[in-house]
């Protein structure tokens, strides 16, 4: 069965009412679980860009914006330096004795990001080792729609640079 809420108030065409099991008010309830369907779905994508973003604008903020290009040492430097961006505000935690719950949240995100930055797989970063890219990171307003331009590249402890 569908949704009796937004079949009830989907009930009405054009001030007519429509008996709530027609065929008419079973394609109305479709219609609006469809779009609150898309509007969630849009919600999570919208969230993911804003996640990429703020790590994208991380990197713009801490890299050396007088090079063309970085070398791949400098990136591994850079994605280290990224890894333990949260170290310091893990440290200001514990000693002024934040919530546990806090710096457990804290501690179990350090962990998965060290041992991620680790694995063979590494960790997610544009690849500043191109001068297009870092081009773009220097002229980029923080908008969300032009996170996909930063190719993203893997590397991890190592220096192994995946595409």
Not at 37 to 44: F, S
Request: charged share 35%; glycine share 6%; with cysteine.
């Amino acid at each position: 069965m569908g949704n009796k809420r937004i079949t009830k108030i989907a009930a009405k065409v054009n001030g007519k009412v429509v008996h709530p099991h027609s065929r008419k008010a079973k394609q109305m309830n479709k219609k609006a679980i469809r779009k609150n369907k898309m509007e969630k779905q849009g919600q999570i994508a919208n969230l993911g860009h804003f996640k990429k973003g703020i790590d994208i604008m991380w990197f713009r903020d801490n890299m050396n914006t007088t090079e063309k290009k970085l070398t791949k040492e400098e990136l591994i430097d850079l994605a280290r330096r990224y890894v333990e961006r949260y170290d310091a505000q893990l440290e200001e935690l514990k000693a002024n004795r934040a919530s546990n719950h806090k710096i457990m949240v804290l501690e179990e995100k350090i962990k998965l990001q060290k041992e991620q930055f680790k694995s063979a797989h590494g960790i997610e970063v544009p690849d500043l080792t191109r001068v297009d890219i870092m081009e773009k990171l220097k002229e980029w307003d923080g908008g969300l729609k032009d996170t996909h331009a930063f190719h993203p590249t893997h590397i991890n402890e190592s220096g192994k640079c995946l595409q």
